[in-house]
Structures are given as C-alpha cells and as structure tokens.
C-alpha cells in the first residue's frame, strides 16, 4: 500500500513561514513525479508546486514566496512556504504521479491569521 506521510502544518501568522513535508517510500519517490496541493473551504483542488527529477513549477498564486524540494536519502519532499498570507489557509496534500497511477497523501491543515 503506497502511503505518503506528510507534515508540517499549523497555525502561522501572516508574513511567517512554515515547511511542510511528505515521506514516502524509495520505490515510489525514485520514479513518481512529487508535487503539493492544496484545497480552501468551497475552492477547488490546486497546484501549488510539482517536481520532476530536479524540474519545478509553481501555481502564479505562490510564485517567489514557495519553494518545493526534494531530498533523495530520506525520499522526502518539502514545501517550503514563506510570505505567507490569509489566502494561503487551506489544506495541503502531497501527490505522487506517473502514467496513469496517482497517489495522495491525508493532508496538512495550514492555517493563516491576519
């Protein structure tokens, strides 16, 4: 069963930082493409930032303020969040892709205070 553990989540500030995680196993990090979702109250499922290999890309809404990463010897992925804003509450969700199979983790709840 493919799971993906993810961390990091709380209650920040605006203009804080938070960095949240996702493990997974070797056999699925070595090969899937990694990326970070998110979802607010009433909004719809949204990129955040995807990694390929060493390839990014980030949704226009965190360009410059959000970095995702990756680090092969503990197969874990992080997003590193800085800059945060109100309209960054939401949760977040770990995703793992190749070809047709696709994987989610449970979701990190960020929360942003004004």
């Known amino acids: 069963q493919v799971q993906l553990v993810e961390s990091g989540g709380g209650l920040v500030q605006a203009g804080g930082a938070l960095r949240l995680s996702c493990a997974t196993s070797?056999?699925?990090?070595?090969?899937?493409?990694m990326a970070w979702y998110r979802q607010a109250p009433g909004n719809q499922r949204e990129l955040v930032a995807r990694i390929r290999g060493w390839s990014t890309d980030y949704g226009d809404s965190v360009k410059g303020r959000f970095t995702i990463s990756r680090d092969n010897a503990k197969n874990t992925v992080y997003l590193q969040m800085n800059s945060l804003r109100s309209e960054d509450t939401a949760v977040y969700y770990c995703?793992?892709?190749?070809?047709?199979?696709?994987?989610w983790g449970q979701g990190t709840q960020v929360t942003v205070s004004s």
């Open positions: 995703n793992a892709v190749r070809g047709p199979y696709e994987y």
């Open positions: 070797p056999d699925i990090f070595s090969v899937y493409d």
